[in-house]
Structures are given as C-alpha cells and as structure tokens.
C-alpha cells in the first residue's frame, strides 16, 4: 500500500451522539449544549467527574501519604533536617527535573537544610544516569541523595552510593525497567506496588508532594516550631515542568496546572520574570502554550547542548542584573539549539526524501554519526507525528549510540525495550516516549527485530493518522461568549488539547496563501461569514480553488486581536470537499 506521507489527510473520527445526557449535562452545570457535547466525547460518564474536571480546588489533591514510602522518605529529611546533614537533590536535565529539583532546594534551604544540587549532564552516551553523584557527594559530605524525574533505573549505581554510607530517596515518575532500587524510599506512582491514584504526575510534580508531606508533618508535630509553610508558592515551578513534560492535564495534574499558572502570573522569581520577558511574554497573561512553545525549549536547551545546572540558578536566582544576564544566556543557547536541530532535521528528511524504502516499514529507525544527541528527541517526536509511526533515531559516538523513541497510540514501546533489552546498554522513560542507549555494534540486529515487532503488531490502518472531533457546531452559535465558555475546560495540554468542533460551510471566495506556509479560508454558512487559517496547510490550495465550494472544514474557534481590535477566527485542522 502507499503508507501515509506528511501531507496525507487524516481519518475523522466523529463524536458519539447522546442527546439525553448532553441534555442533562446541559441543565445540571447550565453550560452550552456544545460544551456538553465536548465532555460526552471526551468520556465523562457521570456528574461527579464532570464536577470534578471542570471545578476541583487544591484542598482535592490527593494525600502525599498515599505514595507507600513516603513516610519513610520523610523520616529520613528530617532526621537530615535535625542532625545538621547536607542533602544532595539530582534532578534531570529537562524541564521537568529542573523545575523539581529548583522547588525541592528551595523549599529544604527554607526549612534550614544545607542543600546542594546537581543536574544530570548526558553530554557523554553510556553514562549512568548518577554517575557523577557520588563524587559530589562525598565532595560536599552529603550524606542523603534524593533524586529528582530519574533514579528508578538507576540501582547499580544507588547500591554503589550506600557503600560510602550514602543514603538514597528516588523521586521519580518513569516506569521501572528493571528491579526496584534499594534505597531509604521510591516515590513513583508506577511502581507494582503504588497506590497512588495518579499514575501521570510528573517528576516535579512528585517532588511537590513530597515537600506537601514534611510539610504536614511539621504542621501536625509543631516541630520545628514556628515554620510557616505556603506550598502554593511552588505551584508555578509545577506547571511549567508539568506542561513541558507532557503531564496528562487530566485528574489532579489539572488542579496543579492550573493553580499553577495562577501563581506563574504573579511570580516573585526574578529569574523566571527575565525570562518570560526574553520570550516576550506578559506575565499576567501568560497560558500553556507559552509554557510549551516559548518558554521550555529554552530551559530545555541547557539539557540538550549547554549546562542544565544553569537552569535551576536561573529559578533560585535573586539579583535581577545576573538573572538578566542568565535569561539572554539561555536565549542564545535556545537560537543555537534551534541552528543545530535546523541541520540535523534537514539531514534527516533528506535521507528519508532519497530512500522512499525507508517508508515501505511500520517503523522508522534512523542512526548516524552526524546528529546532536541532544536535539534528537525533538526532531523524532517531529519525524513520528509527521509519518504516524513508531519512530527511533540514535546519534552515535565513540562507538555508543543514544537513541530517542516516540511512537503512535496503537504501538506502546516499553515491552518491546524490555524484549529487546539483550541488545541494549539501557533504556527508559514511557510507554509513548522513551531513550536508550545501544553500542554501535547491535544497531543492525536491534534495527531488524525492532522494525519486526512493529510490523507484526501494526494493521495498515493504524499508520493512517486520526483526527478526533468534539462536537459540531453552527457559525451562528459561535461569539465571544462561546469562546469564554471554551475556558471552563482550561488548562489545555497532553490529553485535554483544545476541542476541535466541525461544521459544513461554503468558500466566498478562494483560499490565499499567507506567510508561505499556511493557508487562509474565507467561509460561510447562513448568513454568517468567517476567516479561517490553516498552519503549514499551504500545499493543499489546490484542493479547494472553486469559489462557492462546499466544503467540511474541522476547527478550533480563537479570538485574534490585531491593532488592539478582537474578531473570531478558525483555526484550521483539516478540510474535506463535501460529497
């Protein structure tokens, strides 16, 4: 068959219908009707979830103590808090263990703990994750390492540790791979044996309980005495790794986003205030898109080509003129990150361009010498989205590849890791996205039996990409105040994207091409007409030249605001000629 290229359109899938409970959704929360179409499609089975997505406050987060060690975790700090101990936090280089392990030396510091902090460096392939933990450690005497958004894989080098009297906690959220390190305390909600009900909470987000449950404890004990503990001043650290991280914005991971950004607006970081202004945005308006397209690709840049440690003294920072000087850092790295990925993505497309073979696969695997290992994940979650299909690209050198693997819903990856694990050095992460590491020697056979799987476990179909549809709605039903309503269902992100509503309407005139890429639509339907635009929709004019066409368009109503003047327009997804 002709497997799916980047221009292919999608299948739609349209929205089950239920005209009584949509009708007694609409009364109980006196909500659009639409509205209450988009929390039928999304799976809403009765009032309480409903009550419970649309209104859920912080005092619903659920118990810290539901993680089964975390009494022990918090035994193990304060006993470090009493004796005078000095604490290590390792976090990872992404946003996420950034974000965690800012929020956990800022909140020891504040209790009176001698922290440090480290920030996992992967600039070297093959290195375990804490490789450089136990000299630092006992460097500075720390006598307890607590890690941040990683550790779960990491029990060779934790029993290591405890032989210099080295006390470990794991705070993590990755599924183990392996067995259990044995440490003072796991903190992961996917572990066998976790009864914490939120299995999508992401590394900071783990790290923000364990800060809620000592501080419940000295609450409930008085001791010491006199602390007062605000934890919603660290809310802002959660929703920006939380969002970066692609944490599901479903469930308790909404409560934390969105009173998050609350506290984001109102940030008396100075660091994070350059730099928002860096990325030219207003602080008291700042959304997750922000968070996601502006503001983590450059705390992300310092894991992929620079130093990570600069992140986290850029989010502890307190004199303006250096957190000045560290944001405009943090820019440049971000515009020489995007020059490297520029290359590497070019490279990539070509050899995809000149071997359409390549395409004749379920999946695509990929390895050179001549990509960035940090950039790689970026450009194959690019590549995996483009072609909807497991994808995995590995940067080598000296002889060790590092690998990053994204992959469609149809094909979860971590069984086939662990199936395939014989023929790697390590891997990690989630079932959707993950990394490993691989000598350059077993790429071929790994190449082979991997690409084998996929093929086994993939019909056709699954390789053509899926449009989802909310709801359908009329131009006339869609004003200013419907727009306002869409907030209820804020904040947006991993698994609560934007709704995508769908309507038949008619072209007055031809679309135009603007900004080479994308494609604006001029539509009608009754007497009502509306501008819509397509991004990076431009090589399917063709499709739709005829004025007076009929067409089925799906999109996301948004306001736009040009010269301080606001109109309604339609974001584009995807257009059918109707009939």
């Not at 009032?47 to 209104?55: A, G, Q, R, T, V």
């Not at 006993?79 to 000095?86: F, G, P, T």
């Not at 440049?332 to 990539?348: A, F, G, H, T, V």
């Not at 397509?534 to 004019?541: D, P, V």
Request: charged residues 25%.
């Amino acid at each position: 068959m002709a497997y799916p290229s980047k221009s292919q359109s999608p299948e739609w899938i349209y929205p089950k219908i239920d005209k009584e409970w949509q009708k007694a959704i609409t009364d109980q929360f006196n909500i659009h009707p639409v509205i209450a179409q988009v929390l039928i499609s999304r799976g809403f089975r009765n009032f309480d979830e409903i009550n419970s997505y649309l209104y859920a406050k912080l005092p619903d987060l659920f118990d810290p103590s539901l993680f089964p060690d975390m009494e022990k975790a918090v035994d193990r700090i304060l006993v470090a808090l009493k004796e005078n101990q000095s604490i290590l936090i390792f976090g990872d280089n992404d946003v996420d263990g950034i974000t965690g392990t800012t929020l956990l030396v800022e909140f020891l510091r504040y209790l009176g703990v001698t922290t440090h902090f480290l920030v996992a460096n992967r600039t070297t392939p093959g290195e375990g994750v804490l490789a450089t933990a136990k000299a630092y450690c006992l460097h500075h005497r720390c006598s307890l390492l607590i890690t941040v958004d990683c550790g779960v894989t990491a029990g060779v080098e934790i029993e290591e540790l405890k032989k210099h009297n080295i006390d470990v906690i794991v705070t993590d959220h990755h599924e183990p791979t392996a067995g259990i390190p044995h440490c003072v305390a796991t903190l992961n909600p996917k572990l066998f044996n976790s009864t914490y009900p939120n299995r999508s909470i992401t590394g900071v987000g783990v790290a923000f309980k364990l800060a809620h449950a000592i501080a419940n404890e000295i609450a409930e004990k008085k001791d010491p005495p006199g602390v007062k503990i605000d934890l919603k001043r660290y809310l802002d650290l959660v929703a920006l790794g939380t969002i970066a991280d692609m944490g599901a914005l479903t469930s308790e991971n909404r409560i934390l986003v969105r009173y998050g950004i609350k506290q984001l607006k109102k940030t008396k970081r100075i660091g994070l205030i350059k730099l928002l202004d860096v990325c030219e945005v207003v602080p008291n308006a700042v959304t997750t898109m922000d968070i996601g397209s502006k503001i983590a690709p450059r705390l992300n840049s310092l894991g992929r080509i620079a130093d990570p440690t600069k992140g986290v003294e850029l989010l502890l920072i307190r004199d303006p003129h250096s957190a000045e000087i560290l944001a405009k850092e943090l820019d440049l790295n971000n515009i020489e990150r995007q020059k490297i990925e520029r290359k590497d993505s070019e490279d990539i497309e070509e050899l995809i361009r000149n071997s359409p073979e390549l395409l004749s696969q379920k999946a695509i695997l990929l390895f050179s010498y001549k990509w960035h290992p940090g950039i790689i994940p970026i450009i194959t979650a690019r590549i995996a989205k483009q072609y909807n299909r497991p994808t995995l690209i590995i940067a080598i050198e000296n002889g060790i590849g590092k690998g990053s693997l994204r992959t469609i819903p149809e094909f979860p990856l971590l069984k086939s890791l662990r199936d395939l694990s014989g023929y790697l050095l390590n891997f990690g992460g989630h079932d959707f996205a993950a990394g490993l590491t691989i000598e350059e020697k077993n790429i071929p056979e790994f190449k082979e039996k991997f690409t084998q799987l996929v093929n086994d476990a993939l019909k056709d179909q699954d390789m053509v990409p899926k449009l989802h549809l909310d709801a359908q709605v009329k131009f006339s039903e869609i004003n200013f105040d419907f727009i306002e309503s869409l907030n209820l269902l804020e904040p947006f992100g991993s698994e609560n994207a934007p709704p995508i509503f769908y309507a038949e309407a008619t072209q007055t005139w031809p679309p135009k091409v603007v900004g080479k890429s994308h494609l604006k639509l001029y539509l009608e339907q009754g007497d009502r007409v509306l501008e819509g635009i397509g991004f990076g929709l431009a090589e399917r004019r063709n499709e739709i030249l005829k004025k007076n066409m009929k067409i089925k368009i799906a999109f996301t109503p948004y306001v736009n605001t040009f010269l301080n003047k606001s109109s309604i327009q339609l974001m584009i997804k995807d257009f059918q000629e109707v009939g």
